[in-house]
């Protein structure tokens, strides 16, 4: 197997799932686990179903505080550095999930300083416009405004770098070096970056004086930040996060995560129905064989599919269904063409609902910023 | 002569000035830039005149801006590590002194987030109460509050960081590790903390939309900070700073720099007159000889003696007096007790002064920070 490497700033070749996991020391979303959740929340979102979240770190202490009543918080963030692709809403989509069956506050922060140091060619007014396209999808999935407060790290930073002092006094270049990859090119941003992606942790408890268990919602690869975090903050008197982790969303090429490097292999929320169309029909790799009669004769492999993929992960949220086109493929009783045009038709209707509420959402956008008037 | 070591956290072993100024690359101030300094501001502060401040960066390009009337600024600063004193008051006094000539508006930095990043024992509200105690000493000293504008970096965060990234982008850990001598212990606050400092010579032009040239009355060893920062602002749109250097205040037992680490050899300017008397009457060392009869007849050596380093940075502003005070000292007409007595006075009227004006600033000390009311 090629080598792959994870970094919160790269996802480079095949990614071995299980491999990653022992690498990063975290611990695998148990059957055990999954009944609890079903059982406390009534139902199983398919992303913990299909094992899409795989693994995490203290669940189980996270889910006692909620079923013992304690206080508890949510936390997940955007790393603002393009447009929205589909395969952002992925955590956002299980964390609001979980927000609707917990009541759970919510910090969402969006690191405008972070894509900045690490994105030669963005300025900062980039990746906080960026950051505000980039609210405006969060926003448009629906989550409580009541409940749910954004964080812009420039933007909050007389809040944030207060908190990020005590972070960094506890971190030293070693650490990074191992944990992140950093070297001596790193620019001094990235290297005390981390430090600003721990401060969510401890704000609520900073801003009600009451301990918290928070639980993060992400992506596998930001693991590193909180692996740290978790070091740290219990000597500056918070509690430990506990992290959900999701494998990644494929590019429609493939490969293992979706990335603005590719645009073409990649949907963006905004994208319009004749590009979606575009990219899926004329760009998209599937599991298909090289003939449709071949196909009939051997059947498909949604296995290596990515279009199966897009239905796996967003697209079919009926696993009995899922399954169903599953074994058609495999059967060859439906061919590439079929399978593309129908993701096409329910990417579109969801983007077309989509933009809309994102449009909507634009003048009040800010009123999701965490305030004086917004706060939990 | 022993090895020395200069860095903005350390000043080790006895200080060769002139190495020192070849280390850096900073220019030495010119009989020639002393007598247009005296041309232009009427007279010549002692600090310049007996060459205290002994090096500099552009000032003749500062000079030249404040000919011509431009916009100009100053920036000097306090790291809060200790209570103040003596040896802190004296860039600050010639900071004073170019702002009572020049009208400039002067942007004091108390950098309460590098203390607790290189301290380990002191907490962030340690160092954030001593930069409060450190600003009644600054507004006691006589600047005019409306020109004036304190900068408390935890406090004022939202304002700097989002500056210091910009800064913070352009530096790279190699940078920091050659121009601090930090390395892989360092903790990632310490190696961030640089672009903090390079903000204030970007505020006037950020709070005013002009561009400002700004001067830096400092201590050289803070030096380092700045040769950064002036390779890093013109990429950034913001001129180079001008700099101005003086050397160390001496402890009362003859070391380079006066430091907290042997507080009986440093007069605080919280010192009751009892304290002074008895740090300078029992701890300090002087250039006298072993017996009263061998002084009468061999002379002492001021070049040598701590006690006549104090006269010649603070306490003796007339250059005549100042040096018939030597030639009776070489002359063995005056003896140690008698020259520290004197000392003891003048430093204890000082502070009975200074400290009252200090108590009665407590109260309204807040209204020397930067912000919406006062501004420049």
């Not at 970094?7 to 009944?35: A, H, S």
């Not at 004769?297 to 199966?308: A, Q």
């Not at 060859?332 to 077309?352: A, P, S, V």
Request: net charge positive; with cysteine; proline share 5%.
């Amino acid at each position: 197997m090629e080598k792959f490497r994870v970094t919160p700033w790269e996802v480079k070749g095949e990614v071995d799932y299980d491999k990653l996991m022992r690498e990063f020391g975290t611990e695998p979303i148990t059957q055990g686990l999954l009944e609890r959740m079903r059982k406390l929340f009534g139902e199983l979102h398919p992303l913990l179903e299909r094992k899409l979240f795989y693994t995490h770190r203290d669940l189980s202490w996270w889910l006692d505080n909620y079923e013992k009543k304690k206080l508890i918080a949510l936390y997940t963030g955007r790393g603002p550095s393009e447009n929205t692709h589909i395969g952002h809403l992925i955590p956002w989509i299980l964390t609001k999930w979980i927000q609707d069956r917990t009541n759970a506050p919510l910090f969402f922060q969006f690191t405008d300083d972070e894509k900045y140091f690490f994105k030669e060619n963005l300025s900062i007014e980039d990746t906080k416009r960026l950051a505000f396209e980039n609210m405006l999808d969060v926003a448009a999935l629906g989550f409580d405004k009541k409940k749910t407060f954004f964080i812009l790290d420039t933007h909050h930073a007389g809040l944030l770098y207060p908190l990020a002092v005590r972070v960094a006094k506890k971190i030293t270049f070693s650490t990074v070096r191992a944990v992140f990859g950093l070297n001596n090119s790193s620019n001094i941003g990235q290297i005390f970056y981390t430090a600003m992606q721990a401060v969510p942790v401890m704000l609520p408890k900073h801003l009600t004086g009451k301990d918290h268990a928070v639980l993060i919602p992400m992506g596998i690869d930001q693991d590193p930040h909180f692996r740290v975090a978790r070091d740290v903050l219990p000597r500056l008197g918070y509690n430990k996060p506990a992290c959900l982790h999701s494998k990644f969303f494929p590019s429609l090429m493939g490969s293992s995560k979706m990335s603005a490097s590719s645009p073409d292999s990649t949907i963006y929320t905004t994208d319009t129905p004749k590009e979606v169309e575009r990219k899926i029909k004329k760009k998209a790799l599937t599991g298909g064989r090289d003939t449709a009669e071949e196909q009939r004769k051997l059947g498909g492999r949604p296995e290596i599919c990515p279009i199966y993929q897009y239905y796996m992960y967003l697209f079919e949220p009926d696993s009995k269904k899922l399954e169903e086109r599953a074994n058609a493929c495999r059967a060859g009783k439906i061919l590439c063409g079929e399978c593309k045009q129908e993701l096409i038709d329910r990417i579109n209707k969801f983007l077309e609902k989509h933009q809309e509420k994102r449009e909507k959402l634009r003048d009040s956008i800010n009123e999701w910023l965490l305030s004086e008037d917004h706060m939990p």
